[in-house]
């Protein structure tokens, strides 16, 4: 089943995003792991990087906070400090700050408190499935994968669901803000240094900014004082309180990331249905739930890199890495390692163990949203396979322009209703 880059000769150029919307190159990442695991690039738009590509190489690196650290920006683009401390999350921060804004947060997002949501995701997708599948043909990713993660994302914030549409449009700005589909201020086809101290060199930054000052504003005069939003507020152990720039660039990476994630892994996971026509009957006969949406998530890896940078010279597979480097974690890469998947370009429905890295495992930076994203995964492919007997592709699917986020931007397919 070859339906990744179909251009890609194995040399591909990693800093470009247009590489990326012809699809994820498999073939440079399958040779970089067998040639070159450590692979420096230089970069004209910036100062170069190292690519890891082996699956137990990432895995074991992403333990190494010490030695590798998140707190000097996670993106290839460089910053200043200036502009890193103006546009930083707690993803970009290290251990012991990183543990606790997590520890904050961490029971609101666990596997318990996330399976409370289980009957409000599937009456979600009822009315999503029930509207789209009217249609015969459609656009996958708009009509399906699109609807639940920003349905949830409400839910999850507290937002009017009249908001919805605008939030996750300006998300979209934010984090696909290399393709001119989804931002008019593309970060590498203009100068964009006007918005250099907005998350993601983005205005939609500012405006999700003003948005949450009134959100907050309007939930603490209802008295509505629970949730996500309010818990990021509250004092630390220490005492401390996030700022409102930490406040600013929190909200940001929850509209963006709490809804791209999952909406992804749902496009690539009917993408996988349409090439792989077996999977439906897998799923129709319900053996597979148990394991299912890790194999979706593994397939798609939306994410496609975190960046590091060496805080000391190390040596790996010959090739020393100098302190100030910036180290590449291509995720996109270790999840079709051969090495560490048995047929790793076909989908597996029933894989286990399945130690894919789609949400950073290995290190205290894994995803606070994975219990969520499993959860949705799981119950939309459980009743879109109870609705439909046949689905096939429609058109051709288009990516998006961005090496940073891996996704379906656009994924035309035909169904026949069961």
């Given at each position: 089943?070859?339906?990744?880059?179909?251009?890609?000769?194995?040399?591909?150029?990693?800093?470009?995003?247009?590489?990326?919307?012809?699809?994820?190159?498999?073939?440079?990442?399958?040779?970089?792991?067998?040639?070159?695991?450590?692979?420096?690039?230089?970069?004209?738009?910036?100062?170069?990087?190292?690519?890891?590509?082996?699956?137990?190489?990432?895995?074991?690196?992403?333990?190494?906070?010490?030695?590798?650290?998140?707190?000097?920006?996670?993106?290839?683009?460089?910053?200043?400090?200036?502009?890193?401390?103006?546009?930083?999350?707690?993803?970009?921060?290290?251990?012991?700050?990183?543990?606790?804004?997590?520890?904050?947060?961490?029971?609101?997002?666990?596997?318990?408190?996330?399976?409370?949501?289980?009957?409000?995701?599937?009456?979600?997708?009822?009315?999503?499935?029930?509207?789209?599948?009217?249609?015969?043909?459609?656009?996958?990713?708009?009509?399906?994968?699109?609807?639940?993660?920003?349905?949830?994302?409400?839910?999850?914030?507290?937002?009017?669901?009249?908001?919805?549409?605008?939030?996750?449009?300006?998300?979209?700005?934010?984090?696909?803000?290399?393709?001119?589909?989804?931002?008019d201020h593309v970060l590498d086809r203009m100068e964009t240094d006007a918005y250099r101290m907005m998350p993601f060199n983005s205005p939609a930054g500012a405006e999700?900014?003003?948005?949450?000052?009134?959100?907050?504003?309007?939930?603490?005069?209802?008295?509505?004082?629970?949730?996500?939003?309010?818990?990021?507020?509250?004092?630390?152990?220490?005492?401390?309180?996030?700022?409102?720039?930490?406040?600013?660039?929190?909200?940001?990476?929850?509209?963006?990331?709490?809804?791209?994630?999952?909406?992804?892994?749902?496009?690539?996971?009917?993408?996988?249905?349409?090439?792989?026509?077996?999977?439906?009957?897998?799923?129709?006969?319900?053996?597979?739930?148990?394991?299912?949406?890790?194999?979706?998530?593994?397939?798609?890896?939306?994410?496609?890199?975190?960046?590091?940078t060496a805080t000391r010279d190390v040596d790996l597979h010959g090739k020393t890495i100098r302190e100030g480097d910036k180290v590449l974690y291509w995720f996109a890469?270790?999840?079709?390692?051969?090495?560490?998947?048995?047929?790793?370009?076909?989908?597996?429905?029933?894989?286990?163990?399945?130690?894919?890295?789609?949400?950073?495992?290995?290190?205290?930076?894994?995803?606070?949203?994975?219990?969520?994203?499993?959860?949705?995964?799981?119950?939309?492919f459980q009743e879109l396979a109870k609705r439909i007997k046949t689905i096939e592709p429609a058109g051709p699917h288009r990516f998006l322009r961005s090496n940073f986020?891996?996704?379906?931007?656009?994924?035309?397919?035909?169904?026949?209703?069961?």
């Amino acid at each position: 089943m070859t339906i990744w880059h179909p251009d890609d000769d194995g040399f591909a150029d990693l800093t470009d995003h247009d590489t990326f919307a012809r699809g994820v190159p498999h073939n440079t990442f399958s040779r970089l792991r067998r040639e070159d695991p450590v692979h420096w690039t230089d970069w004209s738009a910036g100062q170069g990087f190292w690519s890891i590509t082996r699956h137990a190489d990432i895995e074991a690196m992403n333990r190494q906070t010490d030695l590798f650290s998140s707190a000097r920006g996670i993106r290839m683009e460089d910053q200043s400090y200036e502009e890193y401390l103006a546009r930083r999350t707690f993803q970009e921060t290290d251990p012991p700050e990183h543990t606790q804004v997590r520890m904050k947060l961490a029971k609101a997002f666990s596997k318990p408190v996330m399976a409370l949501f289980e009957d409000q995701i599937r009456d979600l997708c009822h009315g999503i499935l029930d509207t789209a599948l009217e249609q015969g043909s459609f656009d996958a990713t708009r009509a399906i994968a699109r609807q639940l993660p920003m349905m949830m994302l409400g839910r999850i914030m507290g937002t009017p669901d009249a908001d919805l549409p605008w939030l996750v449009e300006k998300g979209d700005a934010l984090i696909a803000n290399t393709d001119p589909d989804f931002t008019d201020h593309v970060l590498d086809r203009m100068e964009t240094d006007a918005y250099r101290m907005m998350p993601f060199n983005s205005p939609a930054g500012a405006e999700l900014y003003d948005y949450a000052q009134r959100l907050m504003a309007d939930k603490t005069a209802r008295g509505d004082t629970e949730g996500v939003l309010h818990l990021i507020l509250k004092p630390g152990a220490d005492g401390a309180v996030i700022s409102e720039t930490e406040f600013r660039n929190f909200f940001c990476l929850l509209v963006a990331a709490g809804n791209d994630t999952t909406r992804y892994s749902i496009a690539a996971g009917i993408q996988a249905l349409c090439h792989q026509p077996e999977l439906l009957g897998q799923m129709q006969a319900g053996t597979v739930w148990d394991t299912a949406a890790d194999e979706i998530i593994r397939w798609a890896t939306p994410a496609l890199y975190f960046r590091r940078t060496a805080t000391r010279d190390v040596d790996l597979h010959g090739k020393t890495i100098r302190e100030g480097d910036k180290v590449l974690y291509w995720f996109a890469s270790a999840n079709r390692d051969e090495a560490m998947f048995d047929q790793p370009f076909r989908v597996n429905l029933a894989r286990s163990p399945n130690r894919h890295l789609s949400f950073g495992q290995g290190g205290p930076h894994v995803c606070l949203g994975m219990h969520l994203a499993r959860l949705e995964v799981r119950v939309l492919f459980q009743e879109l396979a109870k609705r439909i007997k046949t689905i096939e592709p429609a058109g051709p699917h288009r990516f998006l322009r961005s090496n940073f986020v891996g996704g379906i931007k656009e994924l035309p397919v035909r169904i026949e209703r069961a």
